[in-house]
């Protein structure tokens, strides 16, 4: 997916969405964030170094990612899911179990430890797929529309609880989106993109409570901030300014 002149600094502990049609090059960004994409032209830098820290970096630095699917191990147990990013890191077993039952605490997982993915529902796999990145300890947070196969509800749910989490980890998050809602919802900024080629249009800053509930959902600010998001996205759909009609 071709990017054009994309210019985009994430600030540490910010939560920022990605928003744009399909084809926009929104999973294509966060690749290169991941380091699994190299850009053809121009440059990127992770913490003011012009590549990725690895796991021997001094700083210590870590970016883990959730992708679109839970993509857990069937035959293995939740836990062992878990835990597998710090058995590759060969971390002591002690010290990768302590981290493993904290995660899974973290996304209310806590008594399933020993249980298989096929036993779970979609939204508590999605969960393991969290507690998995969330054992890392990371820096950065990168979040490939992880919610955007399940209903309604179990998506409202695991967007509140993703919030809370940030807030009370003080994660920085980068996390691809189709859904208005959701972006006003998790974001402190919405930066929207258009297609063909993929390109930023628009950086919005989102400004409302830091504890946020279903009341926020309905508040005259987030329906507000979901009109200006759906007049962006309209223009970068067809080109035209809804403004001006």
């Keep these: 997916m071709a990017l054009e002149r994309v210019r985009l600094a994430i600030q540490p502990g910010e939560f920022v969405s990605l928003l744009g049609p399909s084809g926009c090059g929104k999973s294509t960004l966060l690749k290169l964030f991941a380091g699994l994409e190299t850009p053809s032209a121009g440059h990127m830098r992770w913490w003011g170094n012009p590549s990725l820290p690895t796991a021997t970096d001094s700083a210590g630095r870590t970016l883990a990612m959730v992708f679109q699917e839970a993509t857990l ?9 878990v835990r597998l990013p710090l058995d590759l890191a060969r971390m002591p077993r002690a010290e990768a179990d302590e981290r493993v039952l ?9 008594r399933f430890g020993t249980v298989y993915p096929r036993e779970l529902s979609g939204g508590m796999q ?6 998995r990145a969330l054992a890392t300890n990371p820096d950065l947070l990168l979040m490939d529309e992880p919610f955007g196969a399940l209903d309604e509800f179990t998506r409202n749910k695991l967007d509140a609880d993703l919030r809370a989490l940030w807030a009370e980890r003080g994660l920085t998050v980068v996390f691809v989106t ?7 919802y998790l974001s402190s900024r919405v930066v929207v993109m258009a297609a063909r080629p993929g390109r930023v249009i628009a950086d919005v800053a989102i400004e409302g ?11 005259p600010a987030f329906m507000q901030y979901c009109a200006q998001l759906s007049a962006l996205l309209t223009q970068a759909n067809t080109g035209v300014d809804p403004s001006e009609h």
């Design 126 to 131: 999605m969960r393991v797929s969290i507690a």
């Design 209 to 219: 409570p830091e504890v946020r509930d279903e009341a926020f959902r309905v508040s």
């Design 102 to 110: 904290r995660a899974l605490a973290l996304v209310g997982l806590g």
């Design 73 to 81: 191990m069937p035959w293995a147990r939740v836990a062992e899911n």
């Design 178 to 184: 189709h859904s208005i809602y959701e972006a006003v």
